[in-house]
């Protein structure tokens, strides 16, 4: 180990940085964020730089370093040199080191007695990357990477904890069972709970756990839009809390690729429907999240698409909530949007289209009786989920209340996967299309003059 890391509190204390260009502004920025009292040495400093020390009440002493200038400032904590004269970097690293100051001079490890890592904020969780000054780059690539791992909120997290660690510490004097008691809140739905916002009941599930330790807990349950199919549709939240789960309820429109995403010990059970192929009814499944969320377990219900856009899941929470089961909802890509995007065919457009409209293919009934009046609108692009059965009746309205049978329509099969298929025609051609073509579901349908971009704006899946 070339370095031990360390973290330093700076709050209060005098940093001097030697230096005020573009690189010096960026370790400013650092600095000022620590709470130090930064003060800038340099004949000419970044206007960037010059609003920094005004917003923090820094310093700029606007001269040139030389062997008096430590003498004449307030012997500072520690000394950055970012200039871009070798020479003057190695004077202050010198002097630095002879007063027993630790220095970090940019890019020169050699230099420096301490080195900047790359760091991933989540105040007061800080997470510091170092290669030991050899391969910046790569460093703040395992940066990034740890940064789309750890949500933002485990900042606040942190700060619940802290707040609550006197009280753990008192109902649970044992280390052992105080550490897997916190294990559990941060992993659970405490800890959800802070994630979302919801600081004040997390407070007291804490607070009740802790009085009725031999109680099971409740579990919680998490509605999840897996998006319209490519597993990186999916957003952070989704897979964090997907991962997070004891048991996953899916259906037949979520992939096999984003099934395997969760736990390996997770229980998997399928769920998905068909058209009049119902394997497990709507009721039951209502019926088994909550059976579930009590033996408290934390279980996902993973939709295709976004669980409120044509996806029941407003049904599914409206027993959750009756029963005070603990619930979120994560939004997903719907299919109307990520079918368009992948098929190049904006749903609006300033020539095309200023409006869109979300339509079912089949109401409850398995009927497809709408006020067909409503959508004539040549300025509104039309999105039909699940009309594939129907098309034919959907052309014939659409034409009969009054739309041309030239208005163009597509017909998008398995849309963001790399099977994805766009079937192009009018109203008065497309069932014939479909007749020749036989697309299976899922597939979406859309009908306006939008449609016409997809020959010029198609790129995914084109050779």
């Known amino acids: 180990m070339d370095y031990l890391p360390v973290y330093l509190n700076l709050k209060e204390s005098n940093v001097l940085l030697v230096g005020g260009g573009k690189v010096g502004t960026r370790k400013a920025r650092l600095i000022l964020r620590s709470g130090a009292n930064l003060t800038v040495l340099a004949p000419e400093i970044t206007s960037e730089?010059?609003?920094?020390?005004?917003?923090?009440?820094?310093?700029?002493?606007?001269?040139?370093?030389?062997e008096p200038s430590l003498s004449s400032t307030t012997i500072p904590a520690?000394?950055?040199a970012?200039?871009?004269?070798?020479?003057?970097?190695?004077?202050v690293s010198a002097d630095a080191k002879i007063k027993g100051i630790p220095v970090n001079v940019v890019d020169s490890p050699d230099l420096c007695t301490f080195i900047f890592p790359s760091i991933v904020d989540r105040s007061p969780l800080i997470v510091a990357i170092s290669s030991s000054g050899r391969s910046p780059v790569l460093a703040r690539l395992l940066r990034r990477k740890i940064?789309?791992?750890?949500?933002?909120?485990?900042?606040?997290?942190?700060?619940f904890a802290g707040r609550m660690r006197t009280l753990v510490k008192q109902r649970i004097p044992q280390e052992t069972a105080r550490r897997l008691f916190?294990?559990?809140?941060?992993?659970?739905?405490?800890?959800?709970?802070?994630?979302?916002?919801?600081?004040?009941?997390?407070?007291?599930?804490?607070q009740h756990q802790l009085e009725n330790q031999s109680e099971q807990p409740c579990g919680e349950v998490y509605l999840i839009g897996a998006g319209p199919g490519d597993p990186d549709l999916m957003t952070f939240k989704a897979v964090r809390l997907l991962q997070s789960a004891d048991v996953v309820l899916h259906d037949r429109l979520v992939s096999d690729v984003i099934v395997d995403m969760a736990r390996r010990d997770a229980q998997r059970i399928y769920v998905g429907k068909a058209r009049a192929d119902h394997a497990v009814p709507q009721r039951k499944i209502n019926q088994l999240l909550v059976d579930l969320a009590l033996q408290g377990k934390r279980v996902v219900r993973l939709k295709g698409g976004d669980p409120f856009i044509f996806g029941r899941g407003g049904e599914e929470i409206e027993l959750l909530a009756k029963h005070n089961i603990p619930f979120q909802v994560v939004p997903g890509i719907t299919a109307a949007s990520g079918a368009a995007c992948y098929s190049g065919i904006p749903l609006t457009h300033r020539d095309y289209a200023q409006s869109v409209r979300f339509v079912t293919g089949h109401l409850k009934d398995g009927s497809v009786d709408h006020d067909w009046s409503q959508f004539q609108n040549t300025t509104e692009t039309l999105v039909f989920y699940m009309g594939l059965a129907g098309l034919p009746l959907i052309c014939e309205q659409l034409q009969s209340h009054g739309r041309s049978p030239d208005t163009p329509i597509a017909l998008v099969e398995r849309g963001t996967l790399v099977e994805q298929r766009v079937l192009t025609g009018t109203l008065g051609t497309m069932a014939a299309v479909v007749e020749r073509e036989k697309p299976t579901a899922p597939t979406l349908i859309i009908v306006g003059d939008v449609v016409r971009l997809h020959a010029s704006l198609s790129w995914f899946g084109e050779p």
């Open 182 to 206: 916190w294990e559990q809140a941060v992993e659970g739905t405490i800890g959800e709970l802070v994630m979302a916002g919801r600081e004040k009941k997390a407070q007291v599930q804490l």
């Open 78 to 80: 520690l000394i950055v």
């Open 147 to 159: 940064e789309a791992m750890v949500p933002a909120a485990y900042g606040t997290l942190a700060d």
């Open 49 to 66: 730089l010059q609003d920094l020390l005004k917003q923090a009440g820094g310093t700029w002493i606007t001269d040139s370093y030389n």
């Open 82 to 91: 970012a200039t871009p004269d070798r020479s003057v970097n190695e004077k």
